[in-house]
């Protein structure tokens, strides 16, 4: 037999190892969607995942909401090397249908060698996507913009230049690309202000673009709402090194109590306030507007570092930078012209969310202001300098 040199003895060595480890490396997984899955279980469908295995392995997959809490595990059976598939039907641990929202899938695969985890939701996504072509369709009730992406949108609706935050139409929801048609009755949030008849109304947005494992609930999100899962069973997806995840994770303030970007925040005067017969406040001498959280967003924001802003007919007048709740701002009529105004309170919490609220009010005549300008007639609006007001009869 003839020696082999030592050349090809390392060449065989090297040979063998590599096979050795490809047969003891674990399953690999392949094959994915790279697009939005979107399904509605309430027409009875469900939802297939495809994938490939580079050999047999016992796969599960794992569904988790935006919060990154788990809310549903599939699988758990080996399946052959090639293409294959698992069905969800959108539903929870306890057999609840999930509500619609933006979920992720994780795939697990594991074999004799190991587990591999294919997790795209750090690596991929979170990129800003331009909200085109938003419109307000007065006519129809409806604003219109458009996407290019997949995308979690957030749809503001304030005053400019500089004016407030007035109602919040999309708060971080899901939309597939395309285009798009939100309902609005043109109001604020607090109904108080008809902001769409104003010429200085603006649409504020932002949007991110959704990861690859990324599976829309239908109908259509018009709100966040969450699966309920108690926290005895909470399991939190484990964040992968590095990457940006499409949603970044605020425990400390929105996703840990369940709750969306905006906060609900109230403006309200004191009892003993004369009234309109609409029960509007007529004010005649300084009075304290007070703001203040009801419900569990107010042990939240009150554990953060927030401030608060206020605004009369649009027009910044006052911010308190280191705010506390409730608290308060006087306002003095004598500084206004008879008749109504309207004064809007902004909420900013550093680490993210914001809330708005608006209250409409009568200044009574009096001799301080009695030579004010007089009060606009009904039907129409007007901007001078970013101080806005709905005309109005007498």
């Known amino acids: 037999m003839t020696p082999t040199c030592p050349a090809m003895r390392v060449a065989i060595a090297v040979s063998l190892l590599l096979l050795v ?26 939802l297939a995942i495809q994938f490939r295995l580079s050999s047999m392995a016992v796969v599960r997959i794992e569904i988790y909401d935006t919060r990154d809490i788990l809310v549903k595990s599939l699988g758990g059976e080996s399946l052959p090397a090639g293409p294959n598939k698992i069905e969800w039907d959108g539903r929870d641990h306890e057999g609840r249908p999930v509500p619609p929202h933006l979920y992720r899938y994780v795939i697990v695969a594991t074999d004799d060698a190991g587990s591999v985890r294919h997790d795209s939701s750090d690596s991929t996504g979170g990129n800003a996507v331009e909200v085109l072509d938003v419109s307000w369709e007065s006519d129809r009730q409806e604003v219109q913009y458009r996407l290019n992406r997949p995308s979690l949108v957030y749809l503001g609706v304030g005053l400019s230049p500089n004016g407030p935050l007035l109602h919040t139409l999309l708060d971080w929801l899901p939309r597939d690309a395309g285009a798009h048609a939100e309902g609005w009755d043109g109001f604020d949030i607090s109904k108080a202000v008809p902001v769409g008849e104003f010429p200085a109304l603006e649409f504020r947005t932002m949007a991110k673009q959704l990861s690859r494992n990324s599976i829309l609930v239908l109908p259509q999100p018009s709100r966040v709402e969450f699966a309920d899962v108690g926290d005895a069973d909470r399991k939190i997806r484990p964040l992968k090194q590095g990457g940006s995840s499409v949603m970044p994770r605020r425990r400390s303030m929105i996703h840990e109590v369940g709750q969306q970007w905006s906060v609900p925040i109230q403006l309200s005067v ?3 306030v004369d009234r309109t017969e609409e029960g509007l406040p007529v004010l005649s001498a300084r009075t304290p507007i007070r703001v ?57 919490v550093y680490q993210g969310g914001t809330g708005t609220a608006s209250l409409e009010f009568v200044v009574a005549r009096t001799d301080s202001n009695a030579t004010s300008s007089p009060s606009p007639k ?9 101080h806005l007001k709905r005309e109005r009869n007498p």
């Open 21 to 46: 480890a490809a047969s003891t490396d674990a399953a690999q997984i392949s094959g994915m969607s790279t697009g939005l899955l979107s399904f509605n279980p309430g027409r009875g469908e469900s």
């Open 270 to 272: 004191p009892p003993d």
């Open 292 to 348: 203040d959280i009801h419900g569990s967003m107010r042990d939240v924001v009150i554990n953060q570092r927030f401030e608060v802003g206020f605004y009369i007919d649009g027009k910044y007048v006052f911010e308190n930078e280191v705010a506390f709740l409730p608290t308060s701002w006087i306002l003095d009529p004598n500084r206004l012209s008879p008749g109504r105004h309207y004064v809007t309170s902004n909420l900013w």
């Open 378 to 386: 009904r039907g129409h609006a007007r901007a001078d300098g970013g």
